[in-house]
């Protein structure tokens, strides 16, 4: 059983910073781990992903603001948000692939940033 635990959560003022952390647990190894985030209205949209060799990718409206982090021995995804606006309101979902196993998602996590 294959167990994606996200934590970080929260609500904080437009400028100031959470940090989203995720892990898989009951696995040996993932290959690559993201976060997704879905507003109320929206489609859900792809926000960083972190791949092999220590790649990473983000979405447009985050770059210079959000920083990924993969850590291969505690296979944990974490998710740096800084400089937050309330754009960045939304249910953000961890995400876990495995190329034998196939993916995982967690339940997800609200992020409210409202003055």
């Known amino acids: 059983q294959v167990q994606v635990v996200e934590s970080g959560g929260g609500s904080v003022q437009p400028g100031g910073s959470l940090r989203l952390s995720c892990s898989a647990t009951n696995i040996n190894s993932i290959n690559a781990g993201g976060w997704y985030r879905q507003a109320p209205g929206k489609q859900r949209e792809l926000v960083a992903v972190?791949?092999?060799?220590?790649?990473?990718k983000y979405a447009d409206s985050v770059k210079g603001r959000f920083a990924i982090f993969r850590d291969n021995v505690k296979k944990t995804v974490t998710l740096q948000m800084n400089s937050l606006k309330p754009e960045d309101t939304a249910v953000y979902y961890c995400?876990?692939?495995?190329?034998?196993?196939?993916?995982?998602w967690g339940q997800g996590t609200q992020v409210t940033v409202s003055s």
């Open positions: 972190a791949t092999s060799g220590g790649n990473t």
């Open positions: 995400n876990m692939y495995s190329d034998r196993l196939g993916d995982y």
